[in-house]
């Protein structure tokens, strides 16, 4: 069986959605996520499915994320994993220079004017919006324990930002994409317009993929896929009371997000025949995320309310049978290995040098 793996933007809610979503989906089938033919990552899901690629299995992001030590557990850089943070890169530090007054892309500012049809919303309110000012590099550090420099050493992971000139999005990895570290995709894929400083990549600047789709799962309609399996932050088939303003702009920005996974799964359903399971966030989900997705305080409740709350969702009868066939993964991948750290299987493949 030939798989997909799409993970949506989310911010660092969605992130730790994914985070718990993940170990659930591969505990209960035995199946490695990391392993999958294509991995898709769009700003959170970027993050996270770059850490994937990388060998770090779903089990380790919950144990790290919950403040476990790993002693003599090294990271690809050498350094101790017990000194990495457990932020997933969610570390707020401004640049050491102020960014410039005015829109943050005047000529993709321009665009939208010209033609703002043939630009999403986000990229017609990104080009105005002043220029980010919060330094991607703690992103950037946060894939660098796992991959030093260069890219992983397996094909078929894409990592979506957007040109912040154009709004074309740009899947790094993909052949005929610009050459980049996968540390400097994944920022610039998480590279929020108006918040992030723009990460620049082979002379041009990128931000977040979520500018161009929250998912990005319609990248995968020509691909030669059984099953595609899509977990998206940003959308729910539930409902919250709306108790604020925030509620109210969040419930719309689920509505938009939930619209657009449908077409680009119809997309790929119709274009490469594949099957597609979307999992997302549920009600319960959602009263801890919160309607701030850049608020970290309740990461970790996050993701072991997704852990128990994805499980549910696997046990009904149409994605149990969807799932049914997936193949199995290396059990150090899927659960944690028994006995100390320094006894376990190599959890991640050595970097590559380009992609």
């Known amino acids: 069986m030939k798989v997909g793996l799409v993970l949506g933007a989310g911010g660092v809610t969605g992130g730790a959605w994914l985070t718990g979503a993940l170990d659930a989906l591969a505990t209960d089938t035995g199946w490695d996520p990391g392993s999958a033919d294509r991995v898709v990552g769009t700003s959170a899901g970027a993050m996270i499915g770059g850490l994937l690629a990388a060998g770090v299995p779903p089990w380790f992001m919950v144990a790290h994320s919950a403040g476990e030590r790993f002693r003599g557990l090294d990271g690809a850089d050498g350094r101790p994993s017990a000194s990495a943070s457990r932020s997933a890169g969610a570390l707020f530090r401004p640049e050491r220079r102020f960014p410039p007054l005015g829109p943050g892309s005047l000529r993709l500012a321009y665009r939208t004017l010209r033609d703002p049809r043939a630009h999403t919303p986000a990229a017609v309110m ?93 990248l995968l309609r020509e691909e030669p896929l059984d099953l595609v ?102 059990p150090h991948k899927v659960t944690r290995p028994d006995g100390p750290p320094s006894g376990w299987p190599r959890l991640r493949p050595v970097a590559g040098s380009s992609s």
């Open 229 to 330: 399996v899509c977990l998206n932050p940003t959308s729910s088939l539930d409902d919250l009371p709306v108790r604020s303003v925030g509620h109210r702009v969040a419930a719309a920005l689920r509505g938009a997000s939930g619209r657009r996974l449908g077409r680009e799964a119809r997309r790929v359903r119709e274009g490469s025949g594949a099957r597609v399971v979307l999992l997302q966030p549920t009600r319960e989900d959602l009263e801890v995320m919160g309607p701030n997705p850049m608020n970290g305080r309740r990461r970790h409740e996050a993701i072991e309310t997704a852990r128990r709350t994805m499980r549910a969702q696997l046990r009904r009868p149409e994605v149990a049978e969807a799932l049914a066939d997936l193949p199995p993964g290396d």
């Open 126 to 218: 990104s080009g105005w919006l002043p220029r980010g000012w919060i330094s991607p590099e703690p992103l950037r550090e946060t894939i660098r324990r796992v991959v030093p420099r260069g890219w992983v050493e397996r094909d078929g992971v894409w990592i979506v930002a957007c040109d912040y000139e154009t709004g074309r999005r740009v899947p790094f990895g993909r052949e005929g994409s610009p050459e980049a570290d996968l540390a400097d995709a994944v920022a610039a894929s998480c590279a929020i317009p108006g918040f992030y400083a723009p990460v620049r990549i082979a002379g041009r600047d990128y931000v977040d993929g979520g500018m161009y789709s929250p998912s990005n799962l319609d």
